[in-house]
């Protein structure tokens, strides 16, 4: 793939931006940049071409949700402003704790939060197929996906390459079949798997097996913290089955979550959030 450009601290961009900070390298780096019409920092996602920038950029103009990053333009040559979210990516945070886990409630409210993504990302008729620690940011405990480089919209005919992070792709997408959202339930699944166990539940991928996820069963969540519940352990392997049809819907996921979340609850008690719904006005 060809690989943009990267610019050095201090460089401009247009009339408007100047480069103060490098996020991330890569083929597409992203960057901190100051506005200078809005006077703010914003993040700068670096292209190679403008109809991939203008590709995630339609994308990320259609959603509105806390937990997704927030688009704020499109500036030639190729260059994406999202909101600049301060605060670590929710691989180091993992990396960050005494243990490399997070403590489960955490984890819990994390997988909820970002399963509420999911939910919206669906309803706009998108896949993001690259759910990932590294691919979220924690702000201030918010924690906001981004990185919609491999999003593809719902039936949309499949490309020829595989979308995704080796670790974290289902076995369909593997496979290079049709996928819906179960594809991300699987990924979310993975995600709520590291963070905690710290580890892969179906080991590290190598150059001869990049993908154990295909036939290989993945490890109980107890065999790494033996004091979770057993019917937790039971859910985030079910989000993790091979059969994309035996995985749970986001709606039946993120309740079944909350069950296991201690300390303060996500919303008021016996409030069930899947089960409210307007009430039709009277015509009497």
Known sequence: MKRARRPKVGATIGADLTVIGILRGGDEPVTIVWHHGAWCPMACKIFPSFSRARREAEILALLAHPNTVRFLGLVRPAHLLMEFLEGPTLSRLIRQQKRGRLAVSDALRVAIHLGAALSHIHAKGFLHLDVKPSNIIVARGRPVLYDFGSARRQGARRPPHIAGTDPYIAPEECRRETVGTAADVFSLGVTLYEMLTGALPFGEPTRR????????????????????????????????????????????????????????????????????????????
């Open 209 to 284: 097996r990049p993908f154990p996820q295909i036939d290989k069963a993945p490890l109980s969540v107890r065999r790494h913290r033996r004091g979770i519940a057993a019917r937790l352990d039971a859910l985030v392997l079910r989000c993790l089955a091979r059969d994309p049809a035996d995985r749970p819907t986001i709606g039946t996921l993120l309740p079944a979550l909350h069950e296991f979340v201690r300390g303060r609850p996500m919303w008021p008690a016996r409030f069930r959030p899947d089960r409210a719904r307007p009430r039709a006005k009277s015509t009497a």
